[in-house]
């Protein structure tokens, strides 16, 4: 079951993000050190990454990517607790740049967040294309 956190109530305005890939991109980065220079979508970031990087199963910390058509969604896999608990965060899934910070005890429901799920990207270099 997904649950999605709430802001406290003293936050005044929700968080703004900016577009999905680039907020996930940094928040990456952030952990990693390691960036996305250059990709404009999650089908861009999907297709630069290199088939060691593409992941099928739950990792974190990693760049979940959904993606048909054109663009796509992507979002953030921050951690994954002992008990199973994944911690996920994105921004402007439902267009309006909000960031939204959501728990999933099963990884299923992370896949069905968004139709068409490719998967997990963990980036081990800079991509500068």
């Given at each position: 079951m997904q649950q999605e956190k709430l802001p406290s109530a003293s936050a005044k305005k929700p968080r703004w993000g900016g577009q999905c890939l680039t907020y996930a991109a940094a928040l990456y980065t952030k952990a990693t050190g390691v960036g996305s220079s250059g990709n404009v979508d999650a089908k861009a970031y999907w297709n630069n990454s290199t088939p060691q990087e593409r992941k099928m199963h739950l990792c974190a910390p990693s760049v979940a990517i959904w993606f048909n058509g054109k663009h796509g969604h992507a979002g953030f896999i921050s951690k994954i607790d002992p008990d199973g608990t994944i911690h996920f965060t994105d921004s402007n899934?439902?267009?309006?740049?909000?960031?939204?910070?959501?728990?999933?005890?099963?990884?299923?429901?992370?896949?069905?967040r968004c139709p068409n799920f490719k998967g997990y990207v963990q980036r081990t270099t800079t991509r500068w294309r």
């Open positions: 899934f439902a267009g309006d740049e909000t960031v939204r910070e959501l728990t999933f005890s099963d990884p299923s429901q992370l896949g069905k």
